[in-house]
């Protein structure tokens, strides 16, 4: 098995639990990749040495090339970095894994090259002063969100930021896009779920000269002017997990769902 190793934080690499996981696959080819142009011809796997940010990094490159990956978790949450380094070798060398499709939402900026995502692409206020965020989705217009910002995460983003300004949980299998404000300056606007076959327009009232663009954890500076056209990518992630690491799972032990004090004595 040829594997490509994306290890971003160069003091990882002295980190024991990583040294120990590296000896395990010892039978595997194993070379670093900080980016899509370093992929070796013939690579089945790659794996993304750190937490969740790492991840999300990786998932680009890895996207693109239509390459599975697995986030090793060397990080705090590992939501999706979810397999602890000491699982790994067993995991790949005995085949004891599922790939998932994940859906990668793009977006094209005035015109230009595409860029994708994971989670989510968001677009916020810089200054002090408000945003206005027009909306349409095929073609439809929504009402003008007032507010610091609006995102448009896919279901995988749904416990990312997206969880964060009140959006719904979805299961990360869900064909659908979230359009979701943030700190709105309204009483009536909530999170609005759409088809991932949707078409999204956005464009931009603000009376600073610029404004930020994300795309996951990628930041740029955009002018005002700037129209953003969002859809879902021709391509999938292919996101490896072992079998008894599943969403709901994550959703109890990572973040927490349903603790209650008045559980403990059941």
Request: glycine share 10%.
């Amino acid at each position: 098995m040829k594997i490509a190793i994306y290890i971003p934080k160069a003091h990882l690499r002295s980190d024991e639990r990583y040294r120990r996981m590296v000896e395990a696959l010892g039978g595997c080819e194993l070379y670093e990749a900080v980016s899509g142009e370093g992929l070796r011809e013939g690579t089945d796997l790659i794996l993304s040495i750190g937490g969740d940010g790492t991840y999300l990094s990786a998932s680009e490159m890895a996207a693109r090339a239509g390459i599975p990956v697995l986030g090793v978790n060397f990080g705090r949450l590992g939501f999706l970095s979810d397999c602890p380094p000491e699982k790994v070798a067993s995991a790949l060398l005995s085949g004891r894994f599922v790939i998932e499709d994940r859906e990668v939402l793009q977006s094209v900026v005035d015109g230009g090259e595409p860029q994708y995502a994971l989670n989510e692409i968001a677009v916020t206020r810089i200054g002090a002063a408000m945003l206005g965020v027009d909306v349409t989705v095929d073609g439809v217009a929504l009402p003008t969100y007032w507010a610091d910002g609006l995102l448009v995460s896919t279901s995988s983003g749904s416990t990312a930021y997206s969880l964060s300004v009140g959006g719904p949980i979805c299961t990360p299998d869900l064909p659908v896009l979230i359009v979701a404000p943030i700190a709105p300056h309204n009483l009536n606007v909530r999170p609005l779920i759409v088809p991932s076959s949707a078409r999204i327009d956005i464009a931009l009232r603000s009376r600073e000269r610029e404004v930020m663009l994300s795309h996951d954890t990628r930041h740029v500076t955009v002018d005002r002017e700037t129209r953003i056209a969002l859809s879902v990518a021709q391509f999938s992630l292919k996101r490896v997990r072992l079998p008894e690491n599943n969403f709901i799972g994550g959703l109890r032990s990572k973040l927490f769902w349903g603790e209650d004090v008045r559980n403990e004595a059941l």
